[in-house]
């Protein structure tokens, strides 16, 4: 009988090393997958900003075929509409660029060209200050072409803008346009992964994803284009969001959200599962051995 006690005791023991050995082993694999998660999610949002890079460089290229076709520049001096079409409009059609302004140094739009699907063509862009940036520093280092994030009434739009000489004058500049919502779902598709980008105070102005992430504080939105580094939270049930910089033409525009489904509790919860029903089954082999050993010793 004592020796019966003996085995049981070992046993209470015994479960309990497995009982603590099966949480370690759900936590361990909980945190294995979510470090290959947040693994995924910094690569993600280093290969968004890096695929923006081609996009940049198709808008410096259908930039460049505009403003060095000849014609152009007189045509836009002389308001001669008919020319820039016939100019223009075969270089937009060539290019994956989906809208193209010709615009004169007051704002006033000499000619617009749209892809199906881009938002509707407008009469001004007055007021914008990249205009007159690119009218400003035409004769700098970079010849007065840059890229950046523009908020328009259509929505967030990448905008390379660049001038247009008629001779030695700058007479207007050409605005290359991508709607940031186009450009985060190609690069998405690049990445694998919903991205979202946020402004300056930390609210979401595009996103790939089929909820409306939450806005992130203004401090932190503000630490994040500065360089702090990234930060990681849950923005839907178990969407996982990391938190960067989003890059356009080497400056940090706003913040980029890289998002993906969390599927770690629920590897975590398989493990502990399945050790369990391998705890249960080594416990049914031991108690079926102990009372034939007890059979054995004790007959009735």
Sequence with gaps: MRWFQQQWLHLALGLLVAVLAITWAGQRATDGVRANLDTRLRDGGAGADAALVTLEAEHLSALRAITFTTGVGNALAAHDSATLNRLVTPLQANSSVPMVDIVLPDGRVELAVRS????????????????????????????????????????????????????????????????????????????????????????????????????????????????????????HGREREALGRLILDHQPVAVLGVSLKDNSSSTGRAVRLYAALGLVGAVLIFAAFSARVANRRWPT
């Design 116 to 235: 199906k699907g881009a938002p509707a063509p407008v009469a001004s862009r007055a007021g914008m200050p990249a205009i007159a940036q690119a009218l400003r520093q035409a004769r700098g280092h970079r010849g007065g072409r840059f890229s950046e994030v523009v908020i328009f009434r259509s929505g967030p739009t990448i905008v390379t803008v660049g001038p247009i000489r008629s001779g030695s004058k700058a007479v207007g500049v050409v605005l290359v346009m991508t709607p940031l919502a186009d450009a985060l779902g190609r690069l998405s598709q690049q990445v694998a992964a919903d991205l979202t980008a946020y402004d300056t105070v930390g609210h979401a102005i595009a996103t790939t994803a089929s909820f409306t992430p939450g806005a992130i504080g203004p401090y932190e939105a503000r630490a994040l284009i500065g360089g702090a580094a990234i930060l990681t939270r849950y923005v």
